[in-house]
Every structure is written in C-alpha cells, then in structure tokens.
T-cell receptor, first 109, second 113 residues
Framework: QKEVEQNSGPLSVPEGAIASLNCTYSDRVSQSFFWYRQYSGKSPELIMSIYSNGDKEDGRFTAQLNKASQYVSLLIRDSQPSDSATYLCAVSTGNQFYFGTGTSLTVIP | EAGVVQSPRYKIIEKKQPVAFWCNPISGHNTLYWYRQNLGQGPELLIRYENEEAVDDSQLPKDRFSAERLKGVDSTLKIQPAELGDSAVYLC???????????FGSGTRLTVV
C-alpha cells in the first residue's frame, strides 16, 4: 500500500463547475497536509496547506481534512481553464514527506 | 526574492557518462531536498539536508549517486555513471525548518541515451 493514494484521473469538469480532488493516506501519525499544482513541464507549486481537521479556504480553493478517515481533499470552485494541471497531494509525518502520484484535471471551456 | 535556482534546465548525456546538477535554495531555508520525478509519477525523495548534514539519504542509490551541501547553502547532486533508467526530472526544493511545505526549483530534465 502506498503512503499516499490519489485517483490519477483524468478528471474533466466544465468551466465554472466545482472540481473535487481526493487523497487518502496510510500513516495515522501524519501531521501536515499539502496540495501542489503542477503544470505540464513545470515544477510543483504549493497552493494549500492544512494541519487540523475541518476546512481551510483560500480564494477559490478549499482544503478539507478528516484525520479519522485519513482523508484530505481539495475543492476548486468556479473552475477555470487555467486550473488545468496535475494536482499532487503531499503528507508529512514530521520525519517523512510523501507525495501522491497526482490527479490530472482538465477544465473544459 | 529569488526562488530555488537549479541548473542546468536540460541535460542529454550518453549512458555511463557522469552528470552533475546544481541547486541554490531560497535564502534562509536551511532544509534542502533533492527529488526525482518520472513521467506521470509524484516526486520521490533522494536526499534531505538540514544545513550541511544529510539527515535522510535512505532512497539515494549510493552506488552511483552522490550529493553534497558544503557550507549548508548550495548543493550538488552527481550521478556517475549514468544509466538509461536515470532519465527523469531532478527537482531541488527548500523549506524553512519545520513543516511548512516546499518551494521547488524549475528542475533539471535529464535524458540518458
């Protein structure tokens, strides 16, 4: 079992819709959770971090964390074509940092 | 503020040749990471430095890979000799002490032919 699991997609949503990206992790001692966006041919860019249960909102992005279910998600509201990218979930235990394989998102104009 | 700077951006070498990558982290970031990313995969950690000390190199193939971070700032990752399977993007990242997420450099795309 991988430490971080993501649905590889591809996920396609129409412009203006909500895109929902999901991630599960295996290590219960995980403390910190991150979402990175990676455009094709570019390096990952940190877009959200979340450390406690619940929701964290930043503009059109909302990260949701449920430690009991070992589940973290990213919601993108009013999706734009510029949101088309691969989204990487990352989890830190404090000593180890694990990336998922990423979910490819395409926003259709 | 300059981000994480990596060079070169691209490198094509023949198998069995040596290659080196260079990274300059964000000023003040004492933690530096080298990752390797294959197409369609997430980044995989090769080595992590806290200042000049390598605190996690468990995933570094030590028979052919080496890294150094002299003076706790710049870092160099070397492969000698390179194999076809080493073709990938090599990413350097840095962060503040603690758990604040990374800032990645632009990466070096290595092609071994």
């Amino acid at each position: 079992q991988k430490e971080v699991e993501q649905n590889s997609g591809p996920l396609s949503v129409p412009e203006g819709a909500i895109a929902s990206l999901n991630c599960t992790y295996s290590d219960r001692v995980s403390q910190s959770f991150f979402w990175y966006r990676q455009y094709s041919g570019k390096s990952p860019e940190l877009i959200m971090s979340i450390y406690s249960n619940g929701d964290k909102e930043d503009g059109r992005f909302t990260a949701q964390l449920n430690k009991a279910s070992q589940y973290v998600s990213l919601l993108i509201r009013d999706s734009q074509p510029s949101d088309s990218a691969t989204y990487l979930c990352a989890v830190s235990t404090g000593n180890q940092f694990y990336f998922g394989t990423g979910t490819s998102l395409t926003v259709i104009p | 503020e300059a981000g994480v700077v990596q060079s070169p951006r691209y490198k094509i070498i023949e198998k069995k040749q040596p290659v080196a990558f260079w990274c300059n982290p964000i000023s003040g970031h004492n933690t530096l990471y080298w990752y390797r990313q294959n197409l369609g995969q997430g980044p995989e950690l090769l080595i992590r430095y806290e200042n000049e000390e390598a605190v996690d190199d468990s995933q570094l193939p030590k028979d052919r890979f080496s890294a150094e971070r002299l003076k706790g700032v710049d870092s160099t990752l070397k492969i000698q000799p390179a194999e076809l399977g080493d073709s990938a993007v090599y990413l350097c990242a840095s962060s503040l002490a603690g758990d604040y997420g990374y800032t990645f450099g632009s990466g070096t795309r290595l092609t071994v032919v």
